[in-house]
Nanobody, 120 residues
Framework: QVQLVETGGGLVQAGGSLRISCSVSGSFQTINGMAWYRQRPGEERELVAFISSGRSTNYADSVKGRFTISRDNANDTMYLQMNSMKPEDTAVYYC??????????????WGQGIQVTVSS
């Protein structure tokens, strides 16, 4: 059973930094593209950043220049470094990955989500 587990969330002051991680565990062949999404209270889930298996990246306009997505393929872990944080970054952050199973089928997985709160 493949699982994605986010860690590192918490409370940070505006202007501060936080790094969250997403670790993939279980049996699988490969991890393709991965992404971070977030969901603010009362709003729909939105894409924050994406990273391909080859480490190409793209970002939502609202986080460009402040957030950096990265991945450690050797340890099946993805990161989101968040700098110059704003109160509007407060949300539950979810990691997401397209993972090829042992049998070769590509599945789309979500983590359980982690709270990030930025105080003003």
């Amino acid at each position: 059973q493949v699982q994605l587990v986010e860690t590192g969330g918490g409370l940070v002051q505006a202007g501060g930094s936080l790094r969250i991680s997403c670790s993939v565990s279980g049996s699988f062949q490969t991890i393709n593209g991965m992404a971070w999404y977030r969901q603010r209270p009362g709003e729909e889930r939105e894409l924050v950043a994406f990273i391909s298996s080859g480490r190409s990246t793209n970002y939502a306009d609202s986080v460009k220049g402040r957030f950096t997505i990265s991945r450690d393929n050797a340890n099946d872990t993805m990161y989101l470094q968040m700098n110059s944080m704003k109160p509007e970054d407060t949300a539950v952050y979810y990691c997401n990955g397209d993972i090829r199973s042992v049998s070769g089928v590509l599945y789309h997985y979500w983590g359980q989500g982690i709270q990030v709160t930025v105080s003003s």
